[in-house]
């Protein structure tokens, strides 16, 4: 509920200014935006149309098209996706490449209405659809490890085959000690 996204946001915020780890899967990354946009950008409304359907700021909301006038279940988006990462990124640096497919189960997205708004800002968008029209993953820069994803990369790791990104998360964390 809303009370436990508020915790997960002052969350992001603490691991956002002092440096810490962040790894944001699915809503970790929703909350991570919806937090860069509260206390960077100044949209102190900020939120998820799926948390405050009133909010002016709604960063992450339904996809184009979509209503909570159409049955839920045919808003989920389910399943294997590419995704182009930008070059120099922190992601591409996890990845070793710019081209990925990752497993996706949710429903609400980034609000690309608010695009240019991050880009001229510390949180980049630094993953996106093949053709640019969704956005995948968002990233801090000059942060030692801020990236936040719309996929689950835990569907793909294995304890003697961990995903890249948990590997990204460990050693950083071991760097922060």
Do not use: W
């Amino acid at each position: 509920g809303g009370r436990g996204v508020e915790g997960m946001i002052a969350t992001a915020k603490y691991a956002r200014e002092n440096r810490v780890p962040y790894l944001g899967i699915c809503l970790g990354m929703q909350v991570a935006v919806i937090e860069y946009a509260r206390n960077a950008l100044g949209y102190v409304d900020a939120n998820s149309g799926e948390f405050d359907e009133n909010s002016l700021h709604k960063v992450i909301d339904f996809l184009p098209g979509q209503s909570d006038l159409v049955d839920k279940g045919g808003t989920l988006r389910l399943g294997a996706y590419p995704c182009k990462i930008e070059s120099g990124t922190m992601l591409e640096k996890c990845y070793s490449t710019t081209k990925i497919s990752e497993r996706h189960r949710h429903r609400y997205e980034f609000n690309n209405s608010f695009t240019d708004d991050f880009s001229n800002g510390d949180m980049i968008i630094c993953g996106r659809s093949p053709d640019g029209k969704l956005v995948e993953a968002v990233e801090v820069k000059k942060h030692p490890f801020f990236i936040g994803v719309q996929f689950h990369p835990e569907f793909k790791s294995r304890p003697t085959n961990p995903h890249p990104l948990f590997v990204g998360l460990v050693s950083n964390s071991m760097k922060k000690l």
